[in-house]
Nanobody, 122 residues
Framework: QVLLVESGGGLVQAGGSLRLSCTTP????????MGWFRQAPGKEREFVAA????????NETDSVKGRFAISRDNAKNTVYLQMNSLKPEDTAVYYC???????????????WGQGTQVTVSS
């Protein structure tokens, strides 16, 4: 339904930080409820964070609460996932998603980005 392009992954040591970015080329991202999911090898894709298109409401899963923050800059047509105090268990491919609030399940997603690898070393 909408093209999503994410970037910003990489290799970081435990305790470090990364900021992921998601853009919607040719579309206005402020009109979409956006989310971040992650998937480690052999595990199901899991919800990380979401931001509602209206009202400024955000939600993060308990395992990242207080460490990760989702935000958007409509002037830059970009949604971010700021990841601080990274842990090895955060290692996964991270996917940007557009869908229906609260977008806490893949069943609520109608568009996925291609994924960006985040690797956290111990």
């Amino acid at each position: 339904q909408v093209l999503l392009v994410e970037s910003g992954g990489g290799l970081v040591q435990a305790g470090g930080s990364l900021r992921l970015s998601c853009t919607t080329p040719g579309r206005t991202i402020s009109t979409y409820t956006m989310g971040w999911f992650r998937q480690a090898p052999g595990k199901e894709r899991e919800f990380v964070a979401a931001i509602r298109w209206s009202g400024g409401v955000t939600n993060e899963t308990d395992s990242v609460k207080g460490r990760f923050a989702i935000s958007r800059d409509n002037a830059k047509n970009t949604v971010y996932l700021q990841m601080n105090s990274l842990k090895p268990e955060d290692t996964a491919v991270y996917y940007c998603a557009a869908g229906l609030w609260p977008i806490t399940s893949a069943t609520m997603v109608y568009s996925w980005g291609q994924g960006t690898q985040v690797t956290v070393s111990s």
